[in-house]
């Protein structure tokens, strides 16, 4: 398996990912320097191999060479996610799944809308006190 987290939480869920898939190669990025070092320490911590960078969305060179992801966690704001959608896209595996969180229940639906036009179709949503996360699966 090969694992994307980007924004918010760096690393939080791409350290849930290893602990689940151990094999698996996972990145987590997040615009903030000083969360990418707390993020790298935290992984190391727990014996969970997570290469940690600092990149907005997929901009950073460690993204750009990996091979394109099973799953990728963005857990960022709605008007990003819309704009993150076609690199999504274009770093996603086909088949792939990709989880949207960060996202008010009234923003929900314009951020699938989005996603289906780039060919993701919805698995599942979950809402909580106000906030929903989005599973989506690439077309392969």
């Known amino acids: 398996r090969t694992v994307a987290d980007i924004g918010g939480g760096t690393g939080v ?41 600092t990149a907005a969305g997929f901009r950073q060179p460690v993204l750009q060479r990996a091979e394109r992801f099973e799953l990728i966690f963005a857990n960022i704001l709605a008007a990003p996610l ?29 951020v699938n809308a989005v996603y289906r036009a780039w060919g993701y179709r919805p698995l599942g949503a979950v809402r909580i006190d106000g906030w929903s996360t989005l599973v989506l699966r690439k077309a392969v």
């Open 13 to 53: 869920l791409a350290m849930g990912a290893m602990a689940l898939w151990p094999k698996a190669r996972a990145i987590a990025g997040d615009i903030d320097p000083m969360a990418t070092r707390t993020a790298r320490e935290n992984a190391a911590a727990n014996g969970l191999k997570v290469a940690c960078v």
């Open 82 to 110: 819309k704009r993150l959608a076609p690199e999504v896209a274009r770093r996603q595996a086909p088949g792939g799944l990709v989880v949207l969180s960060g996202l008010l229940n009234r923003q929900a639906p314009g």
